[in-house]
């Protein structure tokens, strides 16, 4: 089946650090990636998706690319900052309409 | 595009009561919905997918007879938690999927069973 792995959090970095988060996955197929982020008290938010292998996912400054070798669809941020604080979920699912699959989340809190 | 409407976003009841969690696809037709529930401080759980004018398709260890779901038309589907108890206490999540903006997730609804 299939299974999405992320980086243990928590993750505290100080502001204008950069930051990865890995995410591995097995999955069957050709899946879609995602990373969602969950800020506190509120639902999930599409961050950045890609959809086949070497696309690169962007937004905010953060960036993922989905690398079907290693099977990883690992985010950075080149200088976080303390609004970035949140939980981030790396996703996938493989089919159009079908159910995604979710790590278990890494929360990352940036210090000032 | 693309909008997921989820309502309440918060809601407390009394143990016994049941509680009913609506989703919206406000701009598109959704034929698929999702409803997942998360704990605290976990990953979420896909509860059930929930299928315009047919049974929704339940997960494994959901009781189909406590997570009522109807997804009576295009735009709309009821999560319905019958005589609710503490432990079913949670934050519930429900998402639709369409093929030019992938997933897209309700605001979610917090659930507290007193």
């Known amino acids: 089946g299939n299974s999405v792995t992320q980086m243990e959090g928590p993750v505290t970095l100080s502001e204008e650090a950069f930051l990865t988060i890995n995410c591995t996955y097995t999955?069957?197929?050709?899946?879609?990636l995602f990373w969602y982020v969950q800020y506190p008290g509120e639902g999930l938010q599409l961050l950045l998706k890609?959809?086949?292998?070497?696309d690169k996912g962007s937004n905010k400054g953060f960036e993922a690319t989905y690398r079907k070798e290693t099977t990883s669809f690992h985010l950075e941020k080149g200088s976080v900052q303390v609004s970035d604080s949140a939980v981030y979920f790396c996703?996938?699912?493989?089919?159009?309409?079908?159910?995604?699959?979710f790590g278990d989340g890494t929360t990352l809190t940036v210090k000032p | 595009g693309a909008v997921v409407s989820q309502h309440p976003s918060r809601v407390i009841c009394k143990s016994g009561t049941s509680v009913k969690i609506e989703c919206r696809s406000l701009?598109?037709?959704?034929?698929?919905m999702f409803w997942y529930r998360q704990f605290p401080k976990q990953s979420l759980m896909l509860m059930a997918t929930?299928?315009?004018?047919?049974?929704?398709?339940?997960e494994q260890g959901v009781e189909k007879d406590k997570f009522l779901i109807n997804h009576a038309s295009l735009t709309l589907s009821t999560l319905t938690v019958t005589s609710a108890h503490p432990e079913d206490s949670s934050f519930y999540i429900c998402?639709?999927?369409?093929?030019?903006?992938?997933?897209?997730f309700g605001s979610g609804t917090r659930l507290t069973v007193v």
């Open positions: 998402s639709a999927s369409t093929a030019s903006y992938g997933y897209t």
């Open positions: 996703a996938l699912c493989n089919t159009n309409a079908g159910k995604s699959t």
């Open positions: 999955a069957t197929g050709y899946p879609s």
């Open positions: 701009d598109f037709q959704a034929t698929t």
């Open positions: 929930s299928n315009e004018g047919s049974k929704a398709t339940y």
């Open positions: 890609a959809t086949k292998a070497d």
